[in-house]
């Protein structure tokens, strides 16, 4: 596994985004890099908080993601290399789902008379105050994948796992490494299912789709081992 993978991934990714009409932009404001250390130190630290509105909060305000998507949900992707000879890295994709149930700017802007054409990012402040005042997603769920060959430790921290809500110790562990159109793929079906029957019903786009498990590598015998895999687990 390298960055070029993941990267290429990353792209294919927003490709499947746009189809279905979920992205809305990439973060323009700083060079797209994996590096974890492209989130800022307040996003960081309030990552390790149980305030999920305010971790959700930071994230937008300091623009701690890579891909914000239509219903201001957005997406984290970061790959760490110790030794690639040896395949020792770390992967880390993050799904943040909003917490408020909000439209997206273009329909923010229908609502009161404009449309972007005619007006751009000119009511973007009104916008950032009508989300923050807007009703709250109590079931907001955010989604992390983790492959972290450090942490390993066989039966009871499996190397590659997927992480569900917050501020809890759910972890369904994975027999491959996911690739980042995976894991979008993932939230897609699970977190948006009228999107998801979009895809189904588009013949080509769900054969695209279909293909992407091929592309994940397993992992070997050494870091999911026969007893792991025994137990119920995503394949």
């Not at 927003?14 to 890099?33: A, G, H, M, Q, W």
């Not at 977190?191 to 019903?201: A, L, Q, R, S, T």
Request: net charge negative.
């Amino acid at each position: 596994m390298n960055e070029a993978k993941i990267k290429d991934s990353i792209h294919r990714a927003i490709k499947i985004l746009k189809e279905v009409d979920l992205y809305y932009s990439e973060n323009r404001s700083r060079k797209f890099t994996l590096d974890k250390h492209k989130f800022s130190d307040r996003f960081i630290s309030a990552s390790q908080t149980d305030d999920y509105n305010l971790i959700y909060k930071i994230g937008m305000e300091d623009a701690a993601y890579d891909i914000l998507l239509k219903d201001n949900s957005f997406l984290q992707f970061s790959m760490e290399i110790e030794n690639s000879k040896n395949n020792e890295f770390k992967l880390r994709y993050a799904y943040y789902q909003s917490p408020n149930k909000v439209k997206n700017y273009e329909d923010f802007l229908e609502s009161i008379g404009f449309d972007y054409e005619e007006c751009g990012d000119a009511f973007l402040n009104d916008y950032d105050q009508y989300v923050w005042e807007s009703q709250i997603n109590k079931g907001a769920c955010p989604i992390r994948y983790d492959f972290d060959y450090e942490l390993y430790k066989g039966l009871n921290h499996s190397i590659s796992h997927i992480h569900i809500g917050h501020n809890n110790e759910v972890r369904v562990s994975t027999g491959k490494i996911l690739l980042p159109e995976k894991f979008i793929l993932f939230i897609i079906r699970n977190v948006y299912p009228n999107i998801w029957i979009c895809i189904v019903e588009n013949k080509k786009l769900l054969q695209e789709c279909l293909k992407i498990k091929a592309k994940c590598e397993d992992i070997d015998y050494e870091r999911f081992s026969i007893e792991e895999r025994n137990l119920l687990h995503l394949t």
